[in-house]
């Protein structure tokens, strides 16, 4: 096992939670790496909150940031499911990390800044190359362009490196549900010391829990039908959208209602895509990781802990394996079928969120107690992998 590929350059597409970490480790083994981010500048009050789990924590520690990222963040000891009417269906005891996303965002990148990383904004990707094994060459839209060794996709679920090397690969697919996530403060809503609390409502699902600062992160899901446009969604006013979400909650228990009322600052909203099982994740001098290879839908939180998987794993790969092409080709081996059982069993847990009638909500709240025990194994199962970095990488010939 070598530790160092000194010479190499690796071209980095997006500066969101892989990029710099997979900058990072890609440092580790002497191979130096460039961020590219279309964004003209940082924007680190964007987005809204997500769960990090100790699989995804555990790739931070490899990285010495485990501790740098908590203090951000707010612990989630369990996850307690109930109905409209706040009867108790069912606990998940799994305990998580509730953080900021641009908080997120900003501790990896400055990080990776620290220790030396190049990132370059308004370089939004146009277009790939790959004119052999061993060179990638990205175009981007201020007339630029870069040369690298090979070239890895971190950008989203909407990549566009994902559309330049796989043309024919399939689009996100809509989930049929829109999310929504915001911050609040109330003083009649207790503490949540440490419980997010999940409540599957009469026409929507909404989660939320207060932290010991006295703000309240929550969100929203629901369905809704045709897919709708996300700059017709950006387009409603908050003022409007909290109104629709009261009338959606209005037959909910009072504690729901007493929250998004309460809510003065931005409510966001956007429609949840996962991603299909692609073909493949690479071609050439080219791969994808993250979102870009196989977005999930977010209602496992593993978005952000499998990119962070994604990102020692690759590194590994490139550090142990032959070429370039065959380093991606063992890196999607190593992954493919953990990630696209995670995107299904998403999707699944999102199907169980809006039932249509009264009789469908009698009936889930009956076996969901008994699907939440089962879901508990299936989390622990996603919680307890681990990479160790050390273990050299062994694939199948």
């Avoid at 990222?69 to 998940?92: M, Y």
């Avoid at 996962?274 to 994740?281: F, I, K, Q, T, Y």
Wanted: with cysteine; aromatic share 8%; glycine share 8%.
């Amino acid at each position: 096992m070598t530790e160092t590929q000194s010479g190499r350059k690796a071209l980095i597409v997006g500066c969101g939670v892989a990029g710099p970490v997979l900058a990072m480790f890609l440092q580790r083994v002497g191979i130096t790496p460039v961020i590219y981010e279309g964004r003209p500048e940082p924007r680190d009050e964007a987005g809204f909150f997500l769960n990090l789990a100790a699989n995804g924590t555990d790739v931070l520690a490899t990285l010495g940031l485990e501790d740098d990222i908590l203090e951000l963040g707010h612990r989630t000891d369990s996850l307690v499911f109930q109905n409209h009417d706040e009867k108790r269906l069912g606990e998940n005891p799994t305990p998580t990390t509730l953080v900021k996303r641009g908080l997120l965002t900003k501790t990896l990148r400055e990080a990776a800044i620290d220790r030396g990383v190049t990132v370059e904004f308004g370089k939004r990707l146009t277009d790939v190359e790959t004119p052999n094994d061993d060179v990638a060459i990205a175009y981007f839209d201020d007339g630029t362009e870069a040369h690298g060794d090979f070239l890895i996709g971190c950008d989203g679920i909407h990549s566009r490196t994902r559309r330049s090397i796989l043309p024919s690969a399939p689009d996100p697919e809509y989930t049929g549900i829109v999310d929504s996530g915001a911050f609040a403060r109330n003083d009649s809503i207790p503490d949540s010391d440490g419980v997010m609390r999940m409540t599957f409502g009469v026409d929507g699902f909404f989660g939320y829990q207060k932290v010991p600062a006295g703000e309240i992160y929550w969100f929203e899901n629901h369905e809704r039908s045709p897919e709708p446009d996300r700059a017709a969604l950006d387009a409603i006013s908050t003022d409007e959208w909290r109104a629709e979400l009261l009338e959606r909650h209005r037959d909910d228990h009072d504690s729901v209602a007493e929250i998004i009322r309460s809510t003065d600052g931005e409510i966001g909203r956007w429609p949840i895509y996962d991603l299909p099982s692609l073909p493949a994740w690479h071609r050439k001098s080219a791969c994808l990781v993250g979102d870009a290879a196989h977005a999930t839908s977010p209602h496992v939180g593993q978005g952000a802990s499998l990119a962070m998987e994604d990102a020692i794993v690759l590194t590994k790969c490139l550090r142990d394996v032959g070429d370039v092409p065959a380093a991606f080709e063992a890196f999607e081996q190593l992954r493919k079928k953990r990630v696209e059982d995670i995107v299904e069993m998403s999707r699944r847990t999102g199907n169980q969120k809006a039932p249509s009638n009264a009789v469908t909500r009698k009936v889930r709240d009956l076996v969901l107690p008994f699907f939440l025990k089962r879901g508990v194994e299936e989390f622990d199962q996603i919680y307890s992998y681990r990479v160790d970095w050390d273990e050299p990488v062994s694939v199948r010939s």
